[in-house]
């Protein structure tokens, strides 16, 4: 009998451990700018946001906790009037590198177009049907994308079926009165953020994810000049979509270089010269606005 209750406690234990959810979300609501009204409400908000982002299945595949995927959520409110909030979203991501204690940022982006009704303590209902409330349509959406980009960057072109997901959040909103969803708005948000990686003239920005993080850095813990020389040759897939300019603006590209320049400086300050050299002069064609950074890369 005992040899069969601990069995039975094993399992339990083992489906526990296995099936949790694919995010580790900190959820953070500033509402400084805000005077003279309950502030009980905001804490309200984070609470709900922080279950409804690390509480949801948003894949059916098995995660154990320790391959959640980091992730921070900052709401900055600068309106409430009633039920309605208006803001700006900042969403970061990184994933761990092999062997090492080192994460490297995937995303960091700003949306301004943050706009939503919440009533306090309603339940945040949401449907990949239907657009029913912009702020869990919106969270659902970055959800989706941050698992999107991370299985991108441990397998080739890996996380498609998430891009789609964020698709259809994007299709049902183009009815919605918020903006942020539709491609006449601006040619940075969240229709122009999805468009680009599915699009499959701009293959290239997820081949380059995949390169740099599984092929360059989590090989540099053991074979440091083959990681590097790894991503050095990815960045020869944006050098490509930069040159074609299918488009006058490719958002997807903008996010990819300032999730990375930092990074790419740090890695290549320790490179010889002449990978120093043609790494450096690809950088400064493909993001110009940058180019008095990327100059550390040849002080060495």
């Not at 994933?95 to 919440?118: E, H, M």
């Not at 029913?132 to 994308?145: E, F, G, K, P």
């Not at 299709?171 to 999805?194: D, L, P, V």
Request: proline letters at 2%; one cysteine or more; a negative charge.
């Amino acid at each position: 009998m005992k040899k069969i209750f601990g069995l039975v406690v094993g399992l339990i234990l083992f489906v526990q451990g296995t099936y949790s959810q694919e995010l580790r979300c900190n959820v953070q609501v500033n509402s400084s700018q805000i005077q003279g009204t309950n502030k009980q409400v905001f804490q309200t908000l984070q609470t709900a946001m922080y279950e409804f982002m690390n509480n949801t299945a948003w894949t059916n595949h098995m995660y154990t906790n320790e391959e959640r995927i980091e992730c921070n959520i900052l709401i900055n409110l600068q309106e409430h009037n009633g039920d309605e909030f208006k803001g700006s979203i900042q969403i970061q991501s990184s994933r761990p590198t092999f062997n090492t204690s080192y994460n490297t940022t995937v995303l960091n982006f700003k949306d301004d177009d943050l706009r939503f009704n919440y009533v306090e303590f309603a339940p945040l209902e949401f449907s990949i049907t239907e657009h029913r409330s912009n702020l869990t349509s919106l969270l659902a959406y970055y959800a989706y994308i941050i698992i999107g980009l991370d299985y991108d960057t441990f397998s080739h072109l890996g996380g498609t079926a998430y891009y789609q997901k964020a698709e259809q959040i994007v299709n049902n909103a183009q009815n919605a009165q918020e903006k942020g969803w539709k491609a006449f708005e601006s040619r940075k948000n969240r229709y122009w953020f999805i468009e680009n990686f599915l699009n499959d003239r701009y293959k290239g920005l997820r081949e380059f994810l995949y390169r740099y993080h599984r092929l360059g850095l989590d090989v540099m813990d053991s074979k440091e000049a083959v990681g590097r020389a790894q991503i050095a040759e990815s960045l020869d897939l944006l050098q490509k979509i930069y040159r074609q300019k299918p488009d006058p603006y490719l958002f997807a590209f903008e996010l990819i270089m300032r999730a990375k320049s930092d990074e790419l400086i740090n890695i290549f300050s320790e490179s010889f010269m002449a990978e120093a050299d043609r790494v450096y002069k690809i950088l400064v064609e493909i993001d110009p606005t940058n180019s008095d950074k990327y100059i550390k890369i040849k002080q060495q």
